[in-house]
């Protein structure tokens, strides 16, 4: 007997139950039930029509009543070996603010999970990266939502009432690195954070006390009806949105006969799918898709994108739960899965069949259900995957080409609006790329520094070189397309890219530098008693910010300073060692004083010696000090150096002696390490 992977819809009506075995001779069978519909009659009599006592895997997908009210009886009635559930402790912290259809949907969650653990039940609530396999290991389970970050907002969070109030579900913020904390934590919320960090299987039983919810600062009722408004929904889906995105995404793989391996993408009511996307740039291509939400509205981002979805599973078969209730399935969702070639299946029966209509599968408003005329009576669907084929026991809504003849047909043109799914579907060659474009830059800059120190004069490393290694390694394709892939590693700052000169078919480039050279270079800063930066130009106008000033300053020579002490092209200063140092330099001009008391001076073409040895005076203290202006090396001594800078300024032909020996004296008395050293004058003013 061949390795079967059957998967049954429980018609159920408005809601969802999914039976799913995995069965193999001379090995114990895999049974899993997700979900239990509104009433516990169906699944229960879907348990029995398969001679099933016991369930090795339990999962609610998310509080909804159409999920969790079937699975009530069923701790009475089966044996459960483990259960999976949302964090319901991330939503009882905003009980105050959910509707009373949702509370009791939450109220019934909670009893189910409080069953299951007082008969020795395994609980868990996964997060994403949780694995699991079937006894034989042919079968795993990956969890792909929720993100563990979005339940550290609900549960310790200030701003989780955002959460509920904005449709559809921000996730933009998932894709960011974490920030700073915005205040210091509470012991409890602590407990909390240590809890989430454990992994991604979370034990509920072993939750701390939860910190208090965050105090009501509107009426939850008003807040409702003013979204229910805005939606153009009623107030009894508030908060709706919210329980379907952190739903529980499950990625199943079946490995049939050792020789085919078939996989399943269930994935509860989940609407918004931009974090989903970005997490799986190369897809997540499926043998079945449990269709999100009944066949309803999906987003990536703020933007509905049913084309975008299934571009990103590519699924050969699509399984729908819905009854027409709430005006699901769309017609759109059903257009959607006929233009990508999708088997669809669904538990109701079509009354007609459209053959042509004004705009088929593009209404946002209709159902299907209702443009098909479908029956009010359902029928369990149940699709049986193997080595060899796929096959259903009932007739598909609609289907794709099975394999051998077919007849001559009609091909319909459909232009999809472009979406991010597009850029990302390519991303893992763009990856490649890059990672082989920051390896080779990394390997050249240290051959360089194996090589001797840098100097003031390195140069950033020619595009042709990499153009040539590219096709030595064979990558002819990165080759074409060289200065396309170097932009967008500029633009993601994983290399520094410069302009291209005059007569240079591409960019120069270089290594981008890491946080230990950044460190590197600010710790050579706080060494300096005091940093003197001239104004590129004289006169400056009133009114500007310190940043501003900051700006106008001439850097060349400080550049080709950090390039000696960082190991990087004097080129690459402006992009990623400015920016830092500009923050540094603000403190220190305001008056905060670094470790060794280091500060900064911005110097006017305008001033005069006496001025510029005042400040050297006020500023800088009388014991180890350095005083840095434009670095040039092999110029002399330190004498000959003011020297000739004075001569520059034109302060001796003005006879400003008294002046220029109170600048030689304040320069000279001071001990220690000294490096005064001037451009010339057209350059450096």
Not at 50 to 71: K, R
Not at 302 to 328: C, F, H, T
Not at 344 to 361: D, H
Request: proline share 8%; glycine share 8%; net charge negative.
């Amino acid at each position: 007997m061949p390795d079967e992977l059957k998967i049954t819809s429980v018609a159920v009506g408005h809601g969802e139950c999914l039976l799913i075995r995995y069965l193999s001779e001379g090995a114990e069978p895999f049974t899993m039930l997700v979900d239990g519909g509104p009433t516990a009659a169906r699944a229960l009599r879907a348990l029995s029509e398969e001679n099933l006592d016991s369930i090795d895997l339990l999962v609610l997908s998310h509080v909804d009543g159409g999920h969790v009210e079937g699975l009530l009886r069923l701790p009475h009635s089966v044996e459960i070996c483990s259960y999976w559930g949302p964090c319901l402790a991330a939503y009882v912290r905003y009980a105050w603010l959910l509707p009373a259809r949702l509370a009791t949907a939450l109220s019934k969650a909670r009893q189910l999970e409080d069953a299951l653990q007082r008969r020795g039940v395994e609980v868990l609530n996964p997060t994403e990266g949780h694995t699991d396999r079937s006894p034989d290991g042919r079968v795993t389970l990956e969890v792909l939502s929720p993100p563990r970050r979005l339940l550290e907002r609900l549960l310790i969070g200030d701003d989780g009432l955002e959460l509920f109030t904005t449709y559809p579900t921000p996730f933009g913020w998932l894709l960011d690195p974490p920030g700073p904390q915005p205040r210091k934590r509470s012991p409890a919320e602590e407990r909390t954070a240590d809890w989430l960090a454990r992994g991604p299987g979370l034990d509920p039983k072993s939750l701390p006390a939860l910190p208090p919810s965050p105090s009501p600062a509107h009426d939850p009722a008003k807040l409702a009806e003013s979204w229910a408004k805005e939606q153009r929904t009623d107030a009894e889906s508030f908060g709706n949105p919210l329980l379907n995105d952190t739903s529980l995404v499950i990625w199943i793989e079946a490995n049939l006969d050792r020789r085919r391996k078939r996989t399943l993408l269930l994935t509860g009511d989940q609407e918004n799918w931009l974090y989903l996307a970005a997490r799986h740039p190369r897809g997540l291509c499926s043998s079945l898709l449990k269709a999100p939400h009944h066949g309803g509205r999906v987003f990536l981002g703020p933007e509905e994108a049913l084309d975008g979805i299934y571009q990103l599973v590519r699924p050969e078969v699509v399984l729908v739960s819905a009854n027409g209730k709430r005006r699901l399935p769309k017609s759109a969702f059903r257009g959607a899965a006929t233009r990508w070639a999708s088997s669809l299946f669904c538990p109701c029966v079509r009354g007609r069949e459209a053959l042509e209509t004004a705009a088929q599968g593009s209404s946002e408003a209709e159902s299907c259900h209702k443009e098909l005329r479908c029956s009010e009576t359902q029928r369990d669907v149940t699709l049986t995957f193997t080595a060899e084929g796929a096959w259903a026991d009932v007739p598909a809504c609609c289907r794709t080409p099975c394999v051998g003849p077919q007849p001559v047909v009609q091909l319909r043109q459909h232009i999809v609006d472009p979406t991010g799914v597009t850029d990302r579907l390519s991303e893992g060659e763009l990856a490649r790329h890059l990672r082989w474009l920051q390896d080779e830059l990394h390997g050249i800059h240290l051959e360089r520094r194996a090589g001797g120190p840098a100097s003031e004069d390195d140069e950033p490393v020619d595009g042709e070189l990499l153009r040539t290694r590219a096709l030595e390694a064979g990558r002819h394709h990165l080759a074409a397309q060289l200065e396309q892939v170097l932009d967008i590693g500029r633009i993601r700052r994983l290399l520094w890219v410069g302009s291209r000169g005059e007569g240079q078919r591409l960019p120069p480039c270089y290594s981008a530098p890491g946080s230990s050279e950044a460190k590197r270079v600010q710790a050579w800063l706080y060494e300096l008693s005091a940093v003197l930066l001239p104004l590129a130009r004289e006169g400056t106008p009133r009114g500007l910010t310190p940043a501003e000033i900051l700006e106008r300053c001439n850097r060349r020579g400080l550049a080709r300073r950090v390039a000696v002490v960082s190991g990087f092209p004097a080129a690459v200063f402006d992009d990623f060692f400015w920016p830092a140092l500009t923050t540094d330099f603000l403190e220190l001009q305001h008056g905060y004083k670094a470790p060794s008391g280091a500060r900064v001076l911005v110097v006017s073409p305008a001033a005069s010696p006496a001025e510029l040895a005042g400040h050297l005076r006020r500023t800088i203290p009388p014991a180890i000090w350095t005083t840095w202006c434009a670095a040039h090396q092999g110029w002399g001594t330190r004498k000959d150096l003011l020297d000739d800078w004075l001569v520059q300024r034109g302060w001796r032909e003005r006879g400003q002696w008294e002046e220029i020996d109170l600048l030689r004296e304040t320069v000279e008395r001071r001990t220690g390490d000294l490096l005064v050293s001037f451009e010339k004058a057209e350059q450096l003013w």
